[in-house]
């Protein structure tokens, strides 16, 4: 089974700051991860994931994470941050090789402040 | 990219009635289906897999004759909240994954509310 941590419930950072969101795994095998990102009453949008191959991923709204295997990371990161990016982000796991469950961590909410 | 979509967005309920949500994929068969509850500011919880055309795979702990799960087509999957009660208010929300793809894509939600 797969578990994923998000050590930060709450991110506030100032406008235009760059910002980091913290997401840290752990499994047995091998791992596919997600970033999801949910507005209010909304439901949740993928941001980027990890399959294989290059461990710096990029995704959309300038947002990037990098894989590290090592230290059983993919940390969120965004160069300068903007109003619209207060939401909650999610990061998920799923065993990789075929389609099993994903397991989300309990989510960070990053408030932009003006 | 791929749609999902799910109908009512938001539903207010008496206590002791069913309510019927859908999730449909709109540009894609799904062969499978998930439904998620999301409690106030938590994280996601998997209450059950749905393949079509055959039974759901519930989540220990939730319960299956309260929450009926139908995945009748390639497109549509319902989840049915049996006699409700305010504790089932929640957020619902469905995901779908097509034949080729890890990914799961997501339906807006639904906000259940029961008085």
């Known amino acids: 089974a797969q578990s994923v941590t998000q050590l930060d419930s709450q991110v506030p950072v100032f406008e235009e700051a760059p910002v980091e969101l913290r997401c840290n795994y752990s499994?047995?095998?091998?791992?596919?991860l997600f970033w999801y990102v949910q507005y209010p009453n909304q439901g949740l949008q993928l941001l980027l994931k990890?399959?294989?191959?290059?461990?710096l991923v990029k995704g959309i709204n300038g947002f990037e994470a990098e894989f590290n295997k090592s230290q059983t990371s993919f940390h969120l990161r965004k160069p300068s941050v903007h109003i619209s990016d207060t939401a909650e982000y999610f990061c998920?796991?799923?065993?990789?090789?075929?389609?099993?469950?994903?397991?989300f961590g309990t989510g960070t909410k990053l408030q932009v402040i003006p | 990219g791929a749609v999902v979509s799910q109908h009512p967005s938001r539903v207010i309920c008496k206590s002791g009635t069913s309510v019927k949500i859908e999730c449909r994929s709109l540009?894609?068969?799904?062969?499978?289906m998930f439904w998620y509850r999301q409690f106030p500011k938590k994280s996601l919880m998997l209450m059950a897999t749905?393949?079509?055309?055959?039974?759901?795979?519930?989540e220990q702990g939730v319960e299956k004759d309260k929450f009926l799960i139908n995945h009748a087509s390639l497109t549509l999957s319902t989840l049915t909240v049996t006699s409700a009660h305010p504790e089932d208010s929640s957020f619902y929300i469905c995901?779908?994954?097509?034949?080729?793809?890890?990914?799961?894509?997501f339906g807006p939600g639904t906000r259940l509310t029961v008085t």
């Open positions: 749905s393949n079509e055309g055959s039974k759901a795979t519930y």
């Open positions: 990890y399959l294989s191959g290059s461990t």
């Open positions: 998920a796991v799923t065993a990789a090789g075929g389609y099993q469950k994903v397991t």
């Open positions: 499994s047995s095998v091998s791992v596919y």
């Open positions: 995901s779908a994954i097509g034949t080729s793809s890890y990914e799961q894509y």
């Open positions: 540009d894609f068969q799904a062969t499978t």
